[in-house]
């Protein structure tokens, strides 16, 4: 079972929404090592014309099951390898191989959320001690997918960079210091390659900016998480089944609807053909 799994039998126990008074049950306060985050911001705008070097590529898996294919003759009878002719053209492609010119993009967007910064210049301003002027590069990883002239499908690796000039609240010196981390995420909206391993793409970027530090906080504790066993995964119909209530649920009736000129009256064994029964 998970915390949330309607199987779970000691739901009390577990993370979860609070009925009732939210202190009934603390019972501790605990010293917890985690990152405070004192301030952040969030932007996100569309970078048109962002060019985009490549700076590793591979090619994706093909038909022939190892990362191959057999180019333009559209062949996918591989024999012993990546490196076996096709029968019909007599065609080559070895794994990884270099693309062949006309490149075509097809789409990109970021592999990870994690963005590096660099070019990092923090000033405090004088007239509002608690802000500094923050000025950075973000680094924004992506992959781009493309295909060269044969069809065979490469993805590249790549870096977006958008510079940022902000004002953001800056903790007061300490033995700890603080940090900056950025998070990013970006998709393609188009583009296309122009040469020397570089694309053109327009690229819809968000990119979350944060002052954290590392520091120890005291906070109310409810005591340890009670950790349910896992549900193991069944496709089967049982479990919703078993799941039903046992009886059904009697629905109520308005019986001020119901009077006796709605009941007919069919033949059986005390029942005669008439009007009314008798």
């Known amino acids: 079972m998970s915390f949330y799994s309607y ?3 000691n739901a009390s126990c577990c993370p979860g929404m609070i009925a009732g008074d939210a202190t009934n049950g603390l019972q501790e306060k605990v010293c917890v090592q985690v990152k405070r985050v004192y301030d952040s911001a969030m932007w996100q705008e569309q970078i048109d014309n962002a060019v985009v070097t490549i700076t590793s590529f591979a090619q994706v898996s093909g038909g022939c099951g190892n990362g191959c294919s057999c180019g333009s003759c559209g062949c996918n009878a591989c024999g012993n390898g990546c490196n076996t002719c096709c029968d019909s053209c007599g065609e080559t492609v070895a794994p990884n191989s270099t693309p062949v010119p006309p490149i075509t993009f097809e789409s990109c967007r970021s592999s990870t959320t994690q963005a590096a910064i660099r070019n990092l210049s923090v000033e405090r301003l004088c007239d509002r001690p608690c802000f500094a002027r923050v000025r950075c590069t973000v680094d924004v990883p992506v992959d781009i997918l493309f295909v060269d002239s044969r069809c065979i499908e ?3 690796k790549g870096v977006v960079s958008v510079d940022r000039d902000v004002l953001l609240s800056i903790p007061d010196e300490a033995i700890v210091p603080y940090n900056l981390e950025a ?8 583009g296309c390659f122009v040469g020397n391993n570089q694309f053109k793409m327009t690229v819809c970027v968000t990119i979350i ?10 906070v109310p504790s409810y005591g340890y998480c009670s950790i ?6 069944a496709d089967s119909v049982c479990t919703e089944f078993f799941s039903l209530p ?3 649920t009697a629905s109520v009736c308005n019986t001020g609807n119901v009077s006796a000129s709605n009941i007919g ?5 005390n029942c005669h053909c008439g009007n009314h029964c008798r």
């Not at 009256?265 to 064994?269: A, I, R």
Request: one cysteine or more.
């Open 154 to 156: 490469y993805i590249g």
């Open 265 to 269: 009256c069919t033949c059986g064994n």
């Open 209 to 218: 900016l944060k002052v954290l530090a590392d520091v120890e906080i005291l």
């Open 7 to 9: 199987k779970n039998a």
């Open 183 to 190: 998070m990013a995420s970006a998709i393609c909206v188009s």
């Open 228 to 233: 349910p066993p896992a549900e193991e995964f």
């Open 246 to 248: 046992l009886f059904p």
